[in-house]
Each structure stands twice: as C-alpha cells, then as structure tokens.
C-alpha cells in the first residue's frame, strides 16, 4: 500500500473516532462546524471524505467540547504512557501497587493546563513532523514527492502557508514509517505544554522515592501536591469535561 493510500484509511478512521466524540458529547457536525464558524455542512462533508479534513477544525473541536486534546489522542491512539514523562512512563512498568494513583495525578496534572487553541496545535503539529523529518533524516520535499504531491507543496504546508491536513499528516507518517502513536505522543510532549514533572518538581521527586521503595506516606503526599496545585491559580476541569 502507497503512503497516500495509508494516509486515506488513517484519514477515515480519523473520521469516525470524531464522529463518536460528537455523538458521546451529543453534538452534531452541523453544531460543530457553525462553532468553528464554518460552513454549516463543512465538517460533516470532511468527516464523510467529501472535503479535506482539515487539522485547524479537527483541533478547534477540543475548546468547544471543553476537551484535552491529549485525552481524545491517548484513547485513539494508545501508546502506553508515552505521553507522560520518563519517571512517569517507568511506573508502567513497575507492579507497585501505588503506581496507578500516582499516573493518575500526573494525568490530573495534564489535564489542569488551558486547552490549547487550535492555531498552536496546528503549529505544534508541523514543528512535530519537521522533528520527525530530521530524526529519519528524510527531506521535506523528499517526502512531498513520495506522496505525489509537487516538491514545494509538503513545505508550504509545514510553513503555514497551505492549511495541514489529517491526509498531509497520516501521508508525512506512513513515508517516514513512523505509527500515528508516537506522533500524538510527541505532539503532547511537544514544549508548547509542559509536563507535569517538568512544571511540578515535586512529582519527580515522589516519583523517585517511590521507585526506589524509600516513600513513605505516599497518600499524603499526593494530598498534598493536589491542595497545592489547586491553590496555585491552575485552571480547573470544566463541568463540561466531567
């Protein structure tokens, strides 16, 4: 199968996780392409591959549902943990009866952060695959080519001057041989939103303790860390989102 014909089926499947995000939020394309102040029929038509489905829309969804984009691409595309730090991934691997409650703080940790606007996810996005590209040492018009487009197309896309979307994405991915998985993990780690280790020293710290067995009070300590981060001006889950 060619890159564009992969890219074609990850666009569906993309499709399709988005149409049961709306209908779980009991939300029509309709609604959702007049909240992103398009054409009424814009959305519905992308999702039904009539249209590009552009990443600027399908990222606008998660604001308006009140959603972490990080929650819709963990669920779609798991990757066990890789969205969270180091010391946080090695809990996934340790039989410590602590560890879920300490990924779940990490996760709660994620999920206080402002939902990014669809203009700096787009961004994110293109730094993403522009990353990915210099890892694999593959050419941004060398990928271009590969999925039939002209040379100079791929990089006007990731400059911003052509709209990204899920075909140019899934497209740039199957070239580079790289899973969808590690994409959206990368795009949640990208230093647009920092990490909870990273932003709460104090999570590493636990983290390390309890790793080396050395933490003692563990239930308190995570109390504490959850007061602290409330006091601390963090821009708290909406009701929508519960």
Sequence with gaps: MSPA??????VQRLAG???RLLKEHRRTARQASLALGRNPNLLGRALAGRHPLKMKDVFGLFP??????????????????EGFAPEA??????????????LDLFADTLDRQPIPPAEEMVERSCLTLRGLMAEKAVKVRTASRALGLGEDTLP?????TIDLTAWHVFGSLAVLEVAPSRFFAELRRHPGQPLAAGTWPELTQ???????GVGPDLERQLGEIRA???????????????
């Design 228 to 242: 602290r981060l409330a006091k601390d001006g963090e821009t708290p889950p909406s009701a929508d989102k519960r």
């Design 206 to 212: 636990l983290v390390t303790q309890l790793l080396a």
């Design 17 to 19: 996780r988005i149409r």
């Design 5 to 10: 014909e992969t890219a074609q089926q990850e």
């Design 89 to 102: 991934r090695a809990l996934l691997r340790d039989d410590r009866p602590n560890a879920p409650a300490l």
């Design 64 to 81: 308006w549902l009140g959603l972490q984009p990080r929650r819709f691409f963990s669920a779609a595309y798991p990757v066990g943990g």
């Design 156 to 160: 006007q896309v990731l400059r911003g």
